[in-house]
């Protein structure tokens, strides 16, 4: 196991040609809008139906924040699907741990996967309000910071300011 090489990609996630994408999720697992409603659009039902199946079997209260589980793809390139649930950002509270443990969690399900490459979108930068910069610094940070078997994980960012915002964490910590 050593450190997976970080590739930055403006794009569209529901595009990436990676052995698995990673989902923006909700701990309903059963969608959204941004990230989420992509995902599952492009990807047809036979996502949501395994999403139904894993509530029925073990989230029934919802799979919980921080955490990551693995599903087919359906017609999106991608083998898998790996849904993660990201913290609603706080200004009062620091989240920052549980965001750093969707990315770990989602490569932990994706060494279980025997995936070699990783594409992540920016966990908890719409909907959920967490500032850019810093949601950046924190994904690459805990990226860096996980042993995993996987070679490249690849950061799809939807604008030009996510993805000036990851290329100056990833400067930081080069
Ligand atoms: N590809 C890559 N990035 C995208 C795409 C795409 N197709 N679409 C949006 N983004 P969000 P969250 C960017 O809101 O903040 C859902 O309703 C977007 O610009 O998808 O974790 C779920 O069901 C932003 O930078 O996820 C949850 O309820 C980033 O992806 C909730 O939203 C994440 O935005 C999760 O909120």
């Not at 509530?55 to 083998?79: I, N």
Request: charged share 20%.
């Amino acid at each position: 196991m050593t450190a997976p090489t970080i590739t930055l990609v403006r794009g569209d996630i529901t595009e990436q040609d990676a052995d698995a994408v990673v989902n923006a999720a909700n701990s309903s697992l059963l969608g959204g809008g941004g990230v989420d409603g992509a995902i599952h659009r492009r990807g047809g039902p036979e996502i949501l139906a395994d999403c139904r199946r894993l509530r029925a079997s073990h989230y029934g209260k919802g799979l919980p924040t921080g955490r990551a589980v693995a599903t087919t793809a359906g017609r999106l390139p991608a083998r898998n699907v790996i849904h993660t649930v990201g913290p609603v950002h706080s200004a009062s509270e620091d989240r920052s741990g549980l965001l750093a443990s969707c990315y770990r969690e989602s490569l932990r399900v994706a060494d279980e996967l025997g995936a070699a490459t990783v594409a992540f979108p920016a966990v908890s930068t719409g909907v959920y309000g967490w500032p850019m910069a810093d949601a950046a610094r924190i994904a690459v940070a805990a990226v860096r910071g996980t042993e995993t078997s996987v070679r490249e994980v690849r950061f799809v960012l939807f604008d030009e300011a996510a993805y000036i915002a990851f290329q100056a964490a990833l400067a930081e910590y080069a």
